[in-house]
């Protein structure tokens, strides 16, 4: 079930329960018709990423940890990427501390705001969200990582910036304070700019492919971030060490060039409207190496008059890297043989 029909259904038992409709798939029709409501005023009208699948890919992406006590928890991807494995378990440590009936503090679910019962639960999802703070007289802001918890029928968590997470609440029609949603968008009319890629080849090493958004992320940098951590992508900084090889990553190609990226498990992650084509010896080193350096940050990171004139190069990247916004993997590259 997909994220989007599994958030429909859970907002339907909600309504059944305020409402005291008894029928579900009626619960289903006024939830559905609410909802195409609101994309008609706007609120829901989200240029679709085509880095993605809606802003990220909500599949089976989520690292299952062996129950505590009685209750399994789901950490999305990313959380141990960005928290590291000993404050994963500390997370887990809270939730089974705070989430107990009758606590002070309990720990509550960030997509219905009630409290998260792990006496009861079968299942709790642990993300992160992420928020910039300009503090005073700092040349950058300070990127906070808050937990958040949700219920699993909910939905599956992720990692979020703080204007997607935002976002998500007040689809659920609970309280947010305005000033934390992105900004209204006003793309209807307007064709898409097309994503940039860029070929090069290192010596000595898989040819790397970088791959920039033509549009701007709707969150920002930020929301670009939350969502390549929760696609399992982990940031590279380039200046520090080389990208990682993920077996489950991979780019299929054929003779007439690559044709898409996919991650096992989740499917086609990007597909190009027409099979990109590098150049010929781009290719014979990627069926040499039987690998490709697969690199993508936030629009604007290379300014596009670079881009246009093939001026780029891997130097470029190296400031993009140090503030964690470049991701990417060693992949292998299937089709050429």
């Not at 579900?24 to 880095?51: F, I, N, P, S």
Request: hydrophobic share 35%.
């Amino acid at each position: 079930m997909g994220d989007k029909n599994r958030a429909l259904k859970a907002a339907a038992r909600k309504y059944m329960e305020e409402s005291g409709e008894t029928s579900l798939q009626a619960a289903m029709r006024h939830v559905r018709r609410e909802y195409e409501r609101g994309q008609q005023t706007g609120d829901e009208d989200e240029h679709q990423e085509r880095m993605g699948f809606d802003e990220a890919a909500y599949a089976d992406e989520y690292e299952y940890r062996p129950r505590v006590t009685g209750t399994g928890y789901f950490i999305a991807w990313g959380v141990q990427e960005l928290l590291g494995l000993d404050q994963v378990q500390q997370l887990v440590q809270h939730a089974e501390k705070d989430g107990q009936p009758g606590v002070a503090d309990p720990i509550t679910c960030h997509l219905c705001d009630k409290a998260v019962d792990v006496t009861r639960e079968e299942v709790v999802h642990v993300g992160i969200a992420l928020r910039e703070i300009q503090r005073p007289g700092a040349p950058k802001p300070t990127e906070l990582q808050f937990p958040v918890w949700m219920h699993d029928e909910c939905g599956h968590t992720r990692v979020w910036s703080w204007s997607q997470l935002t976002l998500a609440r007040r689809r659920r029609g609970l309280p947010v304070q305005t000033a934390d949603l992105p900004p209204k968008q006003h793309r209807r009319g307007r064709a898409p700019v097309e994503d940039y890629y860029v070929y090069s080849m290192p010596e000595n090493s898989p040819p790397v492919f970088y791959l920039q958004p033509g549009d701007e992320h709707r969150h920002g940098p930020l929301g670009f971030r939350a969502d390549r951590l929760s696609d399992g992508l982990p940031a590279v900084d380039l200046s520090r060490e080389a990208p990682r090889a993920l077996e489950e990553w991979s780019i299929a190609a054929d003779r007439t060039g690559l044709l898409y990226i996919e991650r096992q498990g989740t499917g086609r992650w990007y597909q190009p409207p027409t099979p990109w084509a590098p150049p010929p010896e781009w290719l014979a080193a990627a069926h040499y190496h039987g690998t490709a350096i697969f690199l993508t940050a936030p629009a604007g990171s290379v300014p596009a008059a670079k881009l246009d004139a093939g001026a780029s190069n891997l130097v470029d990247l190296f400031a993009v890297g140090h503030d964690d916004l470049l991701f990417g993997a060693v992949m292998t590259v299937t089709g050429l043989a």
